[in-house]
């Protein structure tokens, strides 16, 4: 089992980029894949949600109504779009698979690797 974290980079404040999660040896369409963050010296924190159940978004306060959660079944793929990005939205990015939304972030099974996200004028 794999999961591919990728679409991170370099991106001006009010700038967009789109995360992908891909994934190798599961179905993403039966879990729920969140995204969490974490930026230098900082612990990794939950961004969002989306539910293998019934599709259901959940967002951060600090994110909500900037970055949507989307699935492609056919690509086996989450994607994360993030909109309005600004400067506290530096982290490294990762995304995870388990059962469902809201679980404690250790609870998680699943890991990618994690993409940088910069974003700087």
């Known amino acids: 089992v794999q999961l591919q974290a990728s679409g991170g980079g370099l991106v001006q404040p009010g700038g967009s980029l789109r995360l992908s999660c891909a994934a190798s040896?599961?179905?993403?369409?039966?879990?729920?894949v969140a995204w969490f963050r974490q930026a230098p010296g900082q612990e990794r924190e939950w961004v969002s949600c989306?539910?293998?159940?019934?599709?259901?978004?959940y967002y951060a306060d600090s994110v909500n109504g900037r970055f949507t959660m989307s699935r492609d079944s056919a690509k086996n793929t989450v994607y994360l779009q993030m909109n309005s990005l600004k400067p506290e939205d530096t982290s490294v990015y990762y995304c995870?698979?388990?059962?469902?939304?809201?679980?404690?972030?250790?609870?998680?099974?699943?890991w990618g690797q994690g993409t940088l996200v910069t974003v700087s004028s």
């Open positions: 995870a698979a388990d059962f469902m939304c809201g679980l404690p972030i250790d609870h998680y099974d699943y």
């Open positions: 040896g599961l179905t993403l369409d039966r879990y729920a």
């Open positions: 989306i539910s293998g159940s019934d599709g259901r978004t």
